[in-house]
């Protein structure tokens, strides 16, 4: 939301730019009501869940601290952290680098492979799953942080975004791509 | 001798920095892939294959495939799948809009800041007070008014926002934990969705009891007359395509998108009259032979600019579940009366197979409107240059004509991301909300493709068929990306 200014030609009037606030809360209301249930249904007994009242008769601020009592919550929050940090590591480090090759530098067979790249995007992430699966019943994975900080599925993803951007800001001097290709430079609007 | 050196050292380059990401993709992707290629060819199961158990392994050639075309449950998951996906151009046409408002509110503070902020202050006291202490049945509407005024003052605070931020909440919340949520908001004892539609449904119930009439022949008139302005639109607007001689096969693939897949339904729609199915035939065939007649080669690729054909397309996308639903709604009707005798009840949602997938389509349309699409979306919007309006505005372009003229076609490439990852997605998708929500569904209605190859693989254990069906689904995906590769992108230099 940097330079808006010409989207809307004048500026709107106090009694406009009210109501567009108006408007903007009812809508953010519709996003915010289900989690406003869900925090109310926390603060209910169990036997109090099932009736549709949304207010609890008395709001049981405990069953926070239970639960880290009843699950290994920690431990839980821990193993979350952990794989997602060498997840997000990897997986930035790597597509950096890979989205910079394939956008600023030429290369022969560079864009070969990256139609193979995305290619397999298209490809639903159960079709690797289960070969995975075996693979990492194999290596002996299963059961292990290992195994789990593998490369995601959705890590194409990541780098068909980012090289997108690439392909977008790359200079005239480099290969136009023809209209089979990614969001090509010459169309993003500029 | 010179050059050639040169290349393969820019090949050395450019692989140095692709080595790392390379490796992974080798490792995790080509080789399991490589691997699923071949268990389609076999009949691998995992209770006589695995490393406890040595069988040997059996290729079975096309037999996984040849059993695929002949497996109902095949045809009902693809037909469910593409159900599901009917979302997607409401979801886009939400997230556009959303992101439309985003930038248009104002960013400036207004006088009333300060009263409204001594208010909020005073609700927010009261309405945790009443949280720590007991509460009556009626607090909840006070609790309700504490939440608006709350987020209207951020609003108006910080210039608008924590309304993106508040939109952008379904999505850095976990998906599961949302599908869970809406699992219990869906509950037709507990849940607080029937419990607010009661009295609507109660209130319906009484109009229809005293004017049965008004549904049984207002209701299906009203639809069909909107359906039919729907369906002379896309007519009249794919012909002036037609005959302004841009691409013909593309109008041709929007045009039987918009009446051929309705229609296709509709037939296969137990209970639909047959006045509906015959009405949406005729109109199909009728845009075929008016575009067919208008050209001689209809299947020929018009020399000139294919300006606009990614807006047609969008628009016959967000035309398509219109009509399904004003279909509908000529389907409902008459059958109202009969219904209101014994009172309208809400419906059963997860549990019922008429209901299943519209409720899933709903917590995906809610979680997609403030998604990563909002933010492109946003971007989009922010890298137009205010120049074109400028000129618009002395031109004295109307709102609707700015937004046709200039910011639809500037947004072109971005629609036409998020609708190609929307449609690659959305073939694929399915699985994690069908498997939090419904473990498939009632009698199987909301089982995709993708489900069924998890429980093909993983619950009945049939590797190799569980492959086969990921290989065919790769297939429809690959070909509906072409498409969309094909036609899709042609105006993006608009």
Redesign the interface.
Known sequence: ?????????K??G?AR??G???????????????????V??S?KSLAE???????????LWGNYPEVFSVIPFLRFMANSVVIAGWVTL?QV???A??A???AR??????DR?FFL?L??????????????F??M??FGLVDSYLGLV??P?S??LA?FCCG?SCWASRGPSTRRRR??GP??G????? | MKPRERTLRRWFTGMAFLLPNLLGFCAFTLVPLALSFAMAFTDWDIMRHNQFRHEPLHFTGLENFIRLLGDPQFWRDLGNTFYLMLGLPFAMAGSLGAALLLTRVSRRRTAVLPALAATTLVLIASGLGLLWGGMAESGVWFLFGMLAASVLLAGVLTGGTVYRTLFYLPSFTSGVATYVLWKKLYNPHSGPINFGLAPVLDRLTSLVRTSPDAFTYGLPVICAGLAAAVVGWQVRRLRSRWSGSESGLAAMVTGALTLGIPLGLLLSWQGFSMIVAVGVAASGAAVLIVTTLRRPRPWGRARSADAGLGTEFALAMLSLPLLLVLAAGIHVGPALPALAVSGIEPPDWLGSYAWAKPALMMVSLWAAIGSNNMILYLAGLGSISPELYEAADMDGASAGQRFWHITWPQLAPVTFFIGVMGIINGMQGGFEVARTMTAGGPAGATTTLSYYIFSEGFETGRLGYASAIAWVLFALVFAFSLLNFRFGNRDLSD
């Open positions: 939301m940097t330079e808006t200014k010409g989207i809307s030609s500026p709107p106090p730019g009210l567009l606030h108006g408007l903007m809360t009812l809508l953010s209301l519709g996003m915010v009501v289900p989690f406003a249930w869900m109310l249904t603060l869940v099932g009736d549709p009242a949304w207010l609890p008769k008395q709001a990897l480090f790597t597509s680098l890979a910079f090759s394939f530098l030429q290369w022969p067979g560079r492979v790249y290619g397999t995007m298209m490809l639903p992430g159960l079709v690797m799953l289960i070969p995975n075996q693979l019943v194999r593998r490369r599925p890590m194409p780098r997108s209209s089979t969001v090509s010459r169309s993003s609007g500029r």
